[in-house]
């Protein structure tokens, strides 16, 4: 769907998206949702209506089918743009965000186990191949290793192409992600192994695959990568067949990779004995962050790290700690 603007604070629109893009955000979930808005006044009539507050009442009731954090992000970045018009005119109508709906407890992490992931790539051959698919099984392989050994976002993973695997170096090279940053990720001898037996079976396809195809390359998708929605469906049945599910039931997401490899990558640390908080820029940087405060969302204080952080705290500075010797009331 080509997205445009017809309405008449089109010229407005487009300057809002022009100034958070040159402010080095992409923008676009924001973008989607204010050409949705723009359709929405220009079919009420023409001149299309302006962003007052029944319009805007109107816009909301349209949106009373998806859940209350989705509702919640789509009124905020319609309020964002508010204040951008205020700034230019008293006038401007701005939502009351204290009339928004309440946003729900964000959906907890599942941590995937080194010994989960191994029963999950055993059951990768339980995923059949097609004619219309000829690497299902072996990219559903490399995906999940990819995912929890490298914290990549999804996104990332379906934007790899051949050429973006350095064999020389066994280094992957993640690019312009989000807020336009590129990246390197240098891989352990076993990930690149099977990167590069995944990669003799895409050179075993005929016609060769040029560089730039991508790196889960699926024909029946007109030669582009797998979708997300493809990807989740083969992940799930793997997850059924090696009986890993959430406590309510539910199968983890692909998200709950991301959250596996940042709290994994402290529990090494931990485990190793090496100065955490001197590593967590390191992580940040891997993880494709702006700084690490992005990072402290992923690291969950599960009960593995809270024992290594109370025995890391426990070496450097259990001396300083005294046991207080307990004494009778007529002895004080």
Known sequence: MTQTFQSSLAAEFKQYISLKQALGRRFDAAKSILVGLDRFLYKLGKPSADLTSETFKQWCDTKESVCSNTRLVHMRVVRNFCLYRRRRSSKCFVPDASQFPLSHSPVQPYLFSEQEIARLLSYCGCIFDSARSPLRSAATRIAIILLYTTGMRRGELLHLTLED????????????????????????????????????????????????????????????????????????????????????????????????????????????????????????????????????????????????????????????????????????
Not at 217 to 223: A, I
Request: hydrophobic share 40%.
């Open 165 to 332: 695997y350095d064999p020389s170096s066994q280094r992957l090279l993640i690019r312009d992600s989000k807020f336009h940053k590129s990246r390197v990720l240098p891989l352990s001898g076993d990930v690149a192994t099977e990167i590069e037996y995944f990669l003799k079976m895409h050179r075993a396809i005929r016609p060769p695959l040029p560089s730039h195809a991508p790196l889960l390359w699926n024909p029946y998708c007109g030669g582009r990568a797998y979708t997300s929605t493809q990807l989740t469906r083969n992940l799930h049945i793997l997850l059924a067949r090696a009986g890993i599910k959430k406590p309510d039931g539910r199968f983890p997401r692909i998200h709950d990779f991301r959250f596996s490899f940042a709290v994994n990558a402290l529990l090494r640390w931990y485990r190793n004995r090496v100065d955490v908080q001197a590593r967590l820029p390191f992580l940040a940087a891997y993880m494709g962050h702006v700084s690490i405060i992005s990072t402290y969302y992923y690291l969950r204080f599960i009960e593995p790290l809270a024992n290594g952080a109370s025995n890391a705290f426990s070496e450097h500075f259990g001396a300083l700690i005294q046991a207080i010797e307990r004494r009778s009331y007529s002895e004080r």
